[in-house]
């Protein structure tokens, strides 16, 4: 995570009616915050990467109701969103993404060992077939932009068309957010607790070994 704020995210009390409309695209969100404040809360998770959209409202309402569906109202279970949306966090080095995933990872009942295999991605005791084929779609993905003749008919016999489609299209969301929450260099909100030292560490060295590719030989 970048030390400066490239881009000031703009705080509740400064939103104007336009800005609320245009969050309002990610309903979720943004009455989770306001919610939030409304208890006492001063700086609640989330509230400043919709405090740098509300730089610009109109990208912000496009962005967001997409968002909102690949996150929140996709065909998929809330179990493989998560696992997606935090192997493509890790993968782009997004230190904002994952450690807020992490909470909602955890709400959905991923395990200690589910999260390690977010930050690895190597074939362990335990893991099950789909959580495996998920994680190595999404490497795919990252290392070649595409899913290969292998591991797509394999994706077929767990998920439906749009299933796959919701799939495909969660990981880019989340890769396009990756980018532009790195470059932006957006701070952890004040309450949410930040990754430990060698988490984070694991996190920013990972390009030393990542351009070998994952091995994913068991499945």
Known sequence: ??????????????????????LGAFPAGLNFILRS?????????????LGAFARHPALAKAFLTFNAHVAVNSSLSIRVRELVI??????????????????LARRAGL??????????????????HQDGLVLRAVDELYFDTRISDKTWPLLQQHFDVQQLMDFLFLAGCYTTLAMVLNSMGLPLESGVTPLDPETRERLYVKRNWISAGPEWNSL
């Open 111 to 128: 395990t200690d060992q589910d999260i390690e295999l977010t930050q690895v991605a190597r074939s362990a005791d335990g893991v099950s």
């Open 37 to 49: 404040r409304l208890e006492g809360e001063k700086n609640p998770r989330g509230e400043n990467v």
């Open 86 to 103: 935090l192997r493509v966090s890790w993968l782009n080095c997004s230190e904002y993404e994952y450690t807020q995933h992490l909470i």
């Open 1 to 22: 995570m970048n030390d400066t704020e490239r881009i000031k995210h703009i705080p509740p009390d400064d939103w104007s009616e336009e800005i609320i409309a245009a």
